[in-house]
């Protein structure tokens, strides 16, 4: 059914990768439609299905195997994840974080401390084989929270507005931030030390205020430079100049980003952090639909693209090792636990802490993310030949923790809602 795409002497497209695109995004609406019906993120039902389907070889069907390794639709999966954070940070305001305050800069950063010593100690411990960078790596996928399914319950519970929300809310966005910038110089000691550099205190500094540089320089760009470059681009009569402009500007800071060595995710999130409302306006006024909503097609097609990849390459003959079972249950068992720390952070009285700790737990597709990033980075063995960082059995326990701990804070967090020492009114006694 599906064959891999090689040259074949010309310039043409392999006619098999356009069925093998139609087949993936297939069977990732399929299983987002699913799991939506449940209530349940439609991530978590591309990655499902991309686990199933993949699982197929298991009973001799090898045709999909091709999926797993072809380069366009691993290209599409990247520029899918690439749009996904720069739609990530157009829903960050920076003004908004600076609003939420203190508790949510203390949440957040607790939310990354503890989940990342906690993740690396496991890793230690399940991975004695593999490297120290590798460990810290895993520790860094538990850093993230996917504030969009948080986002969700909230919302469909009527509790957005309440304060322990706002702070959830708050410290989630940090937590993407932090995160992102964790894996910027994760990522880049383990490049600096695949190269042969030694990985010291002063070298990982570097990289820190490289990654840190690269925001800053980012959101000044958008301050100073972005307002008259929009308002030029405005002039233009000719249609879809807003979504262009948008997309030349994230796909710049993306590839700017892997220039200087960080992932281009970090370029791309930071891009979407800098654009506002203000840079629309010459396209608004002209009667541009709002960059939101054109982006949405984009997304709509690409992203699932990414989720299906990342389920069909989770090898599902790692479970039948006890060990590997062991790490998926302790990493998933400490990235909850290590977001509970979160609670212990609050600053303000009167609040419900357990809900905050709760509404930190899930990783969702940005965990996923980060575990996709270390698949594609390599660290030389103890015999000197390249492996991956994350490799095909660790991958399959970081999916697996991203998955329970999505499946697992809607239902704990209305509970937490729902008790009744926890209900408005005791909320409005205790504040006063």
Known sequence: MFSDSKSNGHNELNPFVLIGIAFVLLIGKVGGEIFERVR?????????????????????FKAIDALKTDSVIAALAQIGVIILLF?????????????????SLLVATAGVIAPFFLGWVVARYFLPDESNLAHIFVGATLCATSVG?????????GKVKMRESRIILGAAVIDDVMGLL?????????QAAATGVPVSLSNVAIIAAKAFAFLVAAILLGHFIMPPFFKGAGRFKTSGMLLAFSIVFCFTLAWLAAVVELAPIVGAFAAGLVLDEVHFEPFTRSGETSLDQLLRPLSTVLVPIFFVLMGLRVDLRAFARVDIIGFAVVLTLVAI???????????????????VGLGMIPRGEVGLIFAGIGTGLTLPNIHGLNEPVIGSATFGAIVFMV??????????????????????????????
């Open 149 to 157: 399914i948080t986002a969700r319950v909230l919302r469909d519970l």
């Open 182 to 190: 964790i894996l910027a110089v994760v990522s880049g000691a383990i």
């Open 87 to 103: 739609e990530v940070g157009l829903e960050t305001n920076l003004k908004e974080m600076k609003e939420v305050g203190w508790s």
């Open 403 to 432: 998955v329970v701990t999505t499946l697992v804070t809607p239902p704990v967090l209305k509970w937490a809602l729902s008790r009744e020492r926890f209900s408005p009114e005791r909320q409005k006694k205790s504040r006063k």
């Open 337 to 355: 636990i290590g977001k509970q720390v979160c609670s212990l952070a609050v600053a303000e009285r009167g609040l419900n802490r357990l809900v």
């Open 40 to 60: 349940q993120p439609a991530v978590l039902g591309e990655l499902v299905a991309g686990m199933l389907i993949g699982s197929l070889s298991l009973v001799g």
